[in-house]
């Protein structure tokens, strides 16, 4: 059974520009998470989406956005990129009472 | 917010030493899920153990073990003979809606 997928692996950006990252989850599940590592810092909670909607949203500006298709795959928009947000982006999917949270690699973003 | 702590930054062992990460989550839930993940320097995050809030037996798997204990609203992990593979961040992390994950332990097994 495939795992979580996200794509690409690394990204790199110029500040002010947009990102866009790609996360497939598992056969099955509906819900995806996003989570934002900075470096030398702990894991935060960006976005949980679970059947096309948005659920829950952390602590972040409304420049990081994104979406869930009918497939459940997902996409997280970073727009007007600043230099903080360089960070290892990681995405997770579960079925939608939380079983089976299991993260993909994630994408390596870096802003410069 | 129900934060989650991991008081232990950095810890350095020589291998074959048992190694105890501490744990200790606030929440004013009955249910909720506790779960261990693994981050070796490659980045992705492994998942070692789910924990249901009503099951409080400890679980063994090999070198590893879990000691859940309500009360003190703690879950620790225990590694018993310690190898230069289990290097790598720990985290801990509680599940309502969204996981919420302590700040890491980084672990260093050296040979």
């Known amino acids: 059974e495939a795992g979580v997928t996200q794509s690409p692996t690394h990204l790199i950006k110029t500040r002010g520009q947009q990102a866009t990252l790609r996360c497939s989850p598992i056969?099955?599940?509906?819900?995806v998470y996003w989570y934002q590592q900075a470096l030398g810092l702990g894991l935060q909670f960006l976005l949980w989406?679970?059947?096309?909607?948005?659920?829950n949203r952390g602590n972040f500006p409304p420049r990081f956005s994104g979406r869930q298709f009918p497939n459940y795959s997902s996409e997280l928009n970073v727009n007007a990129l600043e230099l903080e947000d360089s960070a290892l982006y990681l995405c997770?999917?579960?079925?939608?009472?939380?079983?089976?949270?299991?993260f993909g690699s994630g994408t390596r973003l870096t802003v410069v | 917010a129900q934060k989650v702590t991991q008081a232990q930054t950095e810890i350095s062992v020589v291998e074959k030493e048992d190694v105890t990460l501490d744990c200790v989550y606030e929440?004013?839930?009955?249910?909720?899920?506790l779960f261990w993940y693994k981050q070796p320097p490659s980045g992705e995050l492994v998942f070692l153990i789910r924990?249901?809030?009503?099951?409080?037996q400890n679980e063994i798997s090999g070198r590893y073990s879990w000691n859940f204990q309500k009360s003190t609203s703690s879950f620790n992990f225990t590694i018993t003979a310690s190898q230069v593979v289990d290097s790598a961040v720990y985290f801990c992390?509680?599940?309502?809606?969204?996981?919420?994950f302590g700040q890491g332990t980084i672990l260093t097994v050296h040979p």
């Open positions: 997770a999917s579960s079925f939608w009472d939380g079983y089976g949270y299991t």
């Open positions: 056969s099955g599940h509906t819900s």
């Open positions: 989406y679970d059947e096309g909607e948005e659920r």
């Open positions: 929440t004013r839930d009955t249910t909720y899920y």
């Open positions: 924990r249901n809030s009503f099951d409080e």
């Open positions: 992390a509680r599940l309502l809606v969204e996981l919420t």
